[in-house]
Structure formats: structure tokens, C-alpha cells
């Protein structure tokens, strides 16, 4: 990957992106799970003015605030679903098997990349799974299968369109959301079947789309002090960031925040 618009000496003070990758149960290479990172979401870090850098594929607390520590932010993308165990009891079969986890123990190791950056202070920006694990983690739930628990709704698993605006989220005003974008309504892609339920404590609603899915979160007014920038967005902006400038605004603004963030 790279990209002719950024040259060598930008990156000698661009702030360091912890990036939360996917894992595979059996890379192309090797048969032991692996951690894959799509390019999008480092293209769209990169051209924000960000040095983006994959957390190692480890359950280890250490080594996890060790990562922390030294990075100025954390993206958390999207990726497979996240165990019903950790958020739901007594699950219907027919809902369960819906369900696909990830291998190699992300959910774990999500869960103490968030607690770091809470306990750390660090900016973050949650993405699809990033922001579903996020609300988990925070003592929220999930709709485990939005077609069977909320008949009627849109088409949200538009895997078809993956790289393709294919409904309207609507945007709170004066939430950051709005002013990073600029808009009041967003057109936004779709490639989920899971989504936020009960909405964590310290977070708030600041996107819709029509059928009330919700598709951005923010933290409230009185938690405001708890990260120096905080958004999560079932959408995925990193695949509409170079045809669409107000979602590779949402990369612009985390990434300033994690510069302005960082230690002198």
C-alpha cells in the first residue's frame, strides 16, 4: 500500500494509531490464527496525517496496556460478531445460529484494549463490530439478529454493496457527529445483522438510521471528561472515505484529537 500524496518526513511526528485487526482461524500462509487488517482502514488513517500500527493478536493484559501506553489513539474495526454470552442469557437456537465469532480470542482482547483506554485517557474510535464490542464493554447489549428481533426494518446486510451508500442515517444536532460531517443526514453502507440494544450508561444516541437502528455513539455531556475524543459508528466510513469527504472528516477529526492528545 501506499499513498503519493504523504511523503516520509510526515510520518517522523504523525501520531501512532493502535488499530485492533480481525483474526482468522487459519491464515493463507500459516494454519495457526492469524490477524488480518484491511487496507482501507489504513489508507484512510494515513491520509488523515496518522501512523496506523496493528495490535498484536494477544489476550495479554500487560502487553495490551503496554500497547496502549505508547500509542496516542485506537481504532477498533469491524469484523465478526461478538459472543452473545457476554452481553445475553438464555439465547433462542434459531437467534444463536446466526451467530459467527471471531477465533483467537478478540473478544477478550478487545475487551482489555477498552479498559486501557479508559483507565489510559486515550482517544478512540469504534467501528461496526468496534462499536457494538464497545457498548458491550461498557455494560450494554446487542440485537443479535435485527431480522428476526425487529421485523421490518431495512436491509442492513447489504454485503453487495460493501463500498456503496445504501441508506440515510439521521444525525442529533450539535453532537459531534454533526459538526465532524456537517451534515444532518449522512448516507451511509450497511454490511451488519447485529446492532446496539440497551445503550451503555455513559453513551448516547447521536445517529438513526430511518427504521431506528442505531448507527452512531457519543458520550453524554456529563461523561465528556472521561476521553479526549470518543465516537462509534455502525457504519463503515473507511470504505467511502475517498469518494465521500465527510466520512474521511470522521478520520481527520480522530486522528487531530489523538494528536493533540499526545505527550509533548
Do not use: W
Not at 446487542?142 to 441508506?167: A, F
Not at 444525525?171 to 451511509?188: F, H, Y
Not at 465528556?224 to 465527510?246: C, D, G, I, N, S
Amino acid at each position: 500500500m501506499s499513498d503519493s500524496r504523504k511523503k516520509k518526513s510526515d510520518f517522523k511526528q504523525a501520531p501512532l494509531i493502535l488499530v485492533s485487526p480481525s483474526a482468522e482461524s487459519k491464515g493463507v500462509e500459516f494454519g495457526d490464527t492469524s490477524i488480518s487488517l484491511s487496507e482501507t482502514y489504513q489508507e484512510a488513517i494515513i491520509q488523515a496525517g496518522g501512523l496506523p500500527l496493528a495490535l498484536p493478536g494477544s489476550a495479554s493484559a500487560e502487553l495490551i496496556a503496554e500497547c496502549v501506553r505508547r500509542c496516542d489513539g485506537v481504532l477498533l474495526t469491524g469484523g465478526d460478531d461478538i459472543h452473545p454470552e457476554l452481553y445475553a442469557t438464555n439465547v433462542a437456537p434459531e437467534l444463536a445460529r446466526t451467530v459467527v465469532p471471531e477465533p483467537g480470542g478478540r473478544d477478550l482482547r478487545e475487551l482489555l484494549l477498552v479498559n486501557e483506554v479508559f483507565r489510559q485517557h486515550k482517544p478512540i474510535l469504534g467501528i461496526c463490530r468496534g462499536h457494538q464490542i464497545m457498548n458491550v464493554a461498557l455494560g450494554g447489549d446487542l440485537i443479535i439478529d435485527i431480522p428476526q428481533q425487529v421485523p421490518g426494518t431495512l436491509g442492513h446486510r447489504r454485503m453487495e454493496k460493501k463500498c456503496e451508500v445504501v441508506h440515510q442515517a439521521q444525525i442529533q444536532p450539535d453532537s459531534l457527529l454533526a459538526q465532524i460531517t456537517g451534515r444532518a443526514v449522512l448516507g451511509v453502507n450497511s454490511t451488519h445483522h447485529q446492532a446496539v440494544g440497551r445503550v451503555a450508561d455513559p453513551f448516547q444516541v447521536s445517529a438513526q438510521s430511518q427504521d431506528g437502528v442505531v448507527e452512531a455513539l457519543e458520550l453524554k455531556p456529563e461523561a465528556a471528561e472521561l476521553l479526549p475524543f470518543f465516537l462509534t459508528v455502525q457504519f463503515h466510513p473507511e470504505r467511502l472515505a475517498k469518494q465521500y469527504p465527510e466520512h474521511q472528516a470522521i478520520f481527520d477529526r480522530f486522528v487531530q484529537a489523538c494528536r493533540d492528545a499526545a505527550p509533548a
